[in-house]
């Protein structure tokens, strides 16, 4: 066994180890920090094939951000357990259908033409593919890729439209008022005569 | 290193001698990496003191020299509190959380030209991806102490890191620009050329931006609103004593160097001297003015003071100017001077070719 092979196996170990610990876990907070685990040790995985774009970008996004904000969401919730398995054995039939169902067609689309084909050769060493990435996306892919571009932008507006709401009565700072504010808004310089001490007269 | 390398082969199998070379180097990297961040901490002392007029430590060693040590010694020695009702798992993973992402982004780094330990293609991005990792050590001990305080810092840091950690890769998406590579050996080759050939002429605004983010990164004053002493008691670290505060201390010393070095090395041309190799055949001063690890090491002392300086002179930042200043300007800076950038590039200026 290689120690490339050695790598491997700790890796994909520990990546399902974590998958599995990720449905089974109680707390939702330690479930979230095996998902975390689970795509840290993926793009480990990814790495070792020489895709080192793709490995750093899971971190990045799915780590870095994504997780992230679900930690957020998920320590701020007061989440009951026991509401949460309630109906448990009620639902199984049906989980189990659908876990079937997508176990079947995952199968499916692996067995198809589209997957079944010779592992391609390689790339040297000392090939970025980085580069080779940007050439193809901002080249061959350039529309499909703005188009992804602009739906994700959507989004994100229609997101914010969606949560935003105006209170009113809110006791707030407005920052654009604040920065806008001069000197002769605030400050009157005052003309008098010098007064007498008391008791001077 | 090399002859090391085949000094250990002759007796040992192939792929651990590897190890242990490689092994060497990491503590070549850490060792010092984990004093100068002691002294960090005692430079900080002294600096701020005399900003405020006053002597700053000087009662342990002589001039007070031995202070760190002395605070390295105590808090070893510290007991360890756990709060009750905490999740104690996590309440000790998350200091180590906190410190590895801060201690392994070194490894990409390089000290000189070839002195690296590991020179990765994408090391730009790597950097970015094991830094935006910081985050869950600070986050999960706010979550994992189970106080009030802790988790309202955790839940600001959140937010303050994602935020900034856009204007930070919009400021490298920049530098990857003009240099047309993740590698960080060959962005500073790119930056030859002596003082001009720097990158913070042309990506000034870029140099501003990524040095304010990496400030809010590392969630020092002002924009440290994580441990605000005046409303929420020390933030995220109120229920950690000893040496698991230690670490907490540890990791983000380590990444205000790892922000200073990488600022010295984006923008600053890193180890390359400001005379280029004009000076070069000078015998004894053309060394010290050639290029080499002291003009980095300088380098990135000067930015490792101005964070200091920061602290010792602005107020800290209230929450929503942090994300006023994140969202509303620093991102759109960044957006309009990329632009600008890619047109001058397209066009075939001469500050970017």
Redesign the interface.
């Known amino acids: 066994m290689t120690?490339e092979l050695f790598i491997f196996y700790v890796f994909s170990a520990v990546t399902l180890f974590s998958a599995v610990r990720v449905v089974t876990a109680r707390?939702p907070?330690?479930a979230a920090?095996f998902l975390?685990l689970a795509f840290f040790t993926s793009a480990a995985t990814w790495v070792l094939l020489e895709a080192?774009?793709l490995g750093?970008?899971l971190?990045?996004v799915y780590?870095?951000?994504v997780m992230?904000?679900f930690?957020?969401v998920i320590?701020?919730l007061d989440i009951n357990i026991d509401i949460l398995k309630e109906g448990f054995t009620r639902y199984m039939p049906l989980g189990i259908l659908v876990a079937v169902a997508v176990a079947a067609e995952m199968i499916l689309v692996m067995k198809s033409k589209t997957f079944d084909r010779p592992i391609p050769e390689a790339a040297p060493l000392d090939s970025?593919?980085?580069e080779a990435l940007g050439e193809i996306l901002y080249t061959e892919y350039v529309y499909p890729f703005e188009i992804a571009a602009v739906i994700l932008v959507v989004a994100i507006i229609a997101a914010i439209a969606l949560t935003l709401r105006r209170r009113e009565g809110v006791k707030?700072?407005d920052?654009g008022a604040q920065i806008r504010t001069r000197k002769e808004d605030r400050l009157r310089i005052i003309k008098m005569k010098t007064e007498a001490k008391q008791g001077e007269r | 290193m090399d002859t090391l390398t085949t000094f250990l082969n002759s007796f040992l199998p192939e792929?651990l001698a590897t190890l242990i070379v490689i092994l060497l180097k990491i503590i070549a990297i850490l060792l010092p990496l984990i004093l100068a961040v002691a002294y960090t901490t005692f430079a900080e002392r002294k600096i701020i003191g005399y900003m405020q007029s006053r002597m700053g430590p000087n009662r342990v060693g002589p001039k007070g020299w031995l202070q760190p040590i002395a605070d390295t010694v105590k808090l070893m020695f510290k007991e360890i509190i756990t709060p009750t009702r905490s999740?104690k798992v996590?309440f000790f993973i998350a200091p180590m959380l906190a410190l590895a992402p801060a201690l392994a982004v070194w490894s990409v780094i390089p000290f000189w030209d070839g002195g690296v330990l590991a020179n990765?293609?994408?090391g730009l991005?790597?950097i970015?991806?094991?830094n935006?990792?910081d985050?869950?050590g600070i986050?999960?001990a706010g979550?994992a102490s189970n106080s009030k305080y802790a988790?309202l810092s955790?839940?600001r840091v959140?937010?303050q890191?994602?935020s900034y950690?856009i204007a930070m890769g919009f400021a490298l998406v920049g530098v990857l620009m003009v240099s047309g590579s993740?590698n960080l050996t060959e962005i500073v080759r790119a930056q030859s050329g002596g003082l001009f050939g720097w990158n913070v002429w042309p990506l000034f605004g870029l140099f501003v931006v990524f040095f304010i983010s990496g400030v809010a990164e590392t969630n020092r004053a002002p924009f440290d609103v994580a441990e605000g002493e005046s409303e929420i008691v020390a933030g995220f670290h109120v229920e950690y004593s000893g040496m698991a505060f230690a670490l907490f201390f540890l990791a983000e010393y380590a990444s205000m160097i790892l922000i200073s070095t990488l600022t010295a090395l984006l923008f600053f041309g890193g180890w390359l001297s400001p005379f280029g190799t004009s000076m070069d055949d000078i015998p004894v001063l053309g060394f010290l003015m050639g290029d080499g690890f002291h003009w980095l090491l300088l380098k990135a002392m000067f930015f490792l003071f101005c964070y200091l300086w920061f602290r010792a002179t602005f107020p800290r930042y209230?929450y929503?100017?942090i994300m006023?200043l994140g969202w509303k300007i620093l991102i759109p800076v960044t957006l309009v001077w990329i632009f600008g950038e890619g047109v001058a590039i397209a066009l075939g200026w001469q500050p970017w070719l």
């Open positions: 120690f707390n907070v330690y920090l975390i080192e774009f750093v970008v971190v990045l780590v870095g951000a992230v904000l930690l957020f320590m701020m970025s593919n980085t707030k700072q920052q | 792929g999740s996590v990765v293609n994408a991005l790597l970015l991806a094991i935006s990792l985050v869950f986050i999960l979550w988790i955790s839940l959140g937010a890191v994602v950690e993740l209230r929503d100017q006023r």
